[in-house]
């Protein structure tokens, strides 16, 4: 059974660009997580996204927004990248909202310059 | 959701049984224990959870005092690919808002030959 996917896997941006993460869940999973990850540290939740609606929302500032699909494919924006935002960004899926048991895609590393 | 204290590393022979403690002493009654490790540069991988009752998967073993005030994560017999951070996170029943995850620093859990 195929994972959690996410595309690109590696990305180089400068900073003030844009930037779009796709994510797949799990086929029959609903709800799609985003979080960061810096270098030495456990990754911070950004969003979560339940049946196309946002459920839940991390500390982060408004650059930072996301969508799901009628497909519950998940894309995570980020506006005016700064230098800071450069980190792992991981993407999780579980069958519903409040299921703590939830599956990570290998994530995609976003490194700002 | 409770804050969790785990030790920063350990150290375990290949072939032993690996116990990871974790503390949380302000856990709530309806507030469950789940363990989760990352493998190097990949995304964190689920192990097991459990409310107040030891739990047993084909993973690990998870202990949970009677005070529910820490816990223990048990790997049987621990291999060179259980080399991984280790994160042990409290997170509420399933609220709205109760959604996320919310990891600490975790512990560095090394498998020696």
């Known amino acids: 059974d195929a994972g959690v996917t996410q595309s690109p896997t590696h990305l180089i941006k400068t900073r003030g660009q844009h930037v779009t993460l796709r994510c797949s869940p799990i086929s029959g999973h609903k709800s799609v997580s985003w979080y960061q990850q810096v270098l030495g540290q456990g990754p911070q939740f950004i969003f979560q996204y339940y049946e196309k609606e946002e459920r839940g929302r991390g500390n982060f500032p408004d650059r930072f927004s996301a969508r799901q699909f009628p497909n519950y494919s998940s894309e995570l924006n980020v506006n005016a990248l700064l230098l800071g935002d450069s980190a792992l960004y991981l993407c999780a899926s579980s069958l519903w909202a409040g299921d703590g048991e939830q599956y990570f895609g290998p994530g995609t590393r976003l490194t700002v310059t | 959701d409770a804050k969790t204290t785990q030790p920063t590393s350990m150290d375990c022979a290949e072939g032993r049984a690996a116990n990871l403690p974790c503390n949380h002493s302000?856990?709530?009654?309806?507030?469950?224990v789940y363990w989760y490790r990352q493998i190097h540069s990949q995304g964190p991988q689920y192990i097991i959870h459990?409310?107040?009752n030891n739990e047993t998967n084909e993973m690990a073993s998870l202990i949970i005092t009677e005070d529910r005030k820490s816990s223990t994560l048990i790997l049987p017999h621990a291999t060179l690919r259980d080399t991984a951070v280790y994160y042990c996170i409290v997170r509420g029943a399933s609220n709205f808002g109760n959604e996320k995850l919310t990891f600490g620093t975790g512990t560095r859990l090394t498998i020696i030959p």
């Open positions: 302000t856990i709530s009654g309806n507030e469950y």
């Open positions: 459990g409310l107040k």
